[in-house]
């Protein structure tokens, strides 16, 4: 369906989802409908987003996406040191611990989506 948002410009690289979960609260609330813009690039560090990652699992609903805050651990370049990329999945809301991921590239973390606005709370 269609959902009617206050934004200027154009809206399609936009699409709105319903939240579920208390990891990200008080950001934003379970069961609240968000707006993600799709993710285009550039750096995903202290942004909340859309993550997929292969053996990801959600503590709360066991799927295969998250909504967390990213933050990358390894130094851009360090991964040619250490051969392999720490990033830190940082939930809002403290009683939730972070997810770490190692990769040997950070292609391997999917992030289809960036987090925008929560446009109605349920």
Not at 66 to 72: A, D, T
């Amino acid at each position: 369906g269609w959902v009617k948002v206050e934004r200027k410009g154009s809206l399609k690289d936009y699409f709105a989802a319903t939240v579920q979960g208390h990891s990200m609260e008080p950001t934003i609330p379970s069961e609240s409908l968000c707006l993600f813009k799709i993710y285009s690039g550039g750096s995903r560090n202290g942004q909340i987003l859309l993550i997929q990652a292969r053996g990801l699992s959600d503590p709360e609903s066991g799927g295969r996406y998250v909504i967390k805050r990213y933050k990358r651990v390894t130094p851009i370049g360090d991964e040619v040191n250490r051969g392999e990329v720490l990033v830190r999945l940082m939930s809002d809301n403290k009683s939730f611990a972070p997810i770490e991921l190692k990769k040997k590239s950070e292609e391997e973390i999917s992030t289809p989506a960036i987090f925008v606005e929560v446009i109605s709370k349920d």
